[in-house]
């Protein structure tokens, strides 16, 4: 894995640090907003809801977007 990093271009790096930065932020935003939901009953335990995510670069004329669904936990969780 060192030696990885080591082979690894600046662009490639930074890259990766972003999508790393984004995937836990990300995560521990909608753990949070998730629990909190439960906990004032604007959801239930194990309800499916609708998950979106777009991810836009100026520069690269990129727009991309990604939808999922994803379950609130369960009450023993």
């Known amino acids: 894995m060192n030696n990885d990093r080591e082979n690894m271009s600046k662009s490639e790096m930074s890259l990766r640090k972003f999508l790393k930065n984004l995937g ?3 995560h521990k935003i909608i753990e949070e907003k998730l629990n ?3 906990k004032n009953g604007s959801f239930d335990y194990n309800q ?3 998950i979106n995510a777009d991810i836009k670069i100026k520069e690269l ?11 609130t936990p369960e009450r023993d969780e």
Request: aromatic share 4%; no cysteine.
């Open 36 to 38: 909190s939901s439960l």
């Open 24 to 26: 836990v932020t990300s």
């Open 48 to 50: 499916e809801i609708t």
């Open 61 to 71: 004329d990129i727009s991309h977007s990604v939808s999922a669904k994803i379950y």
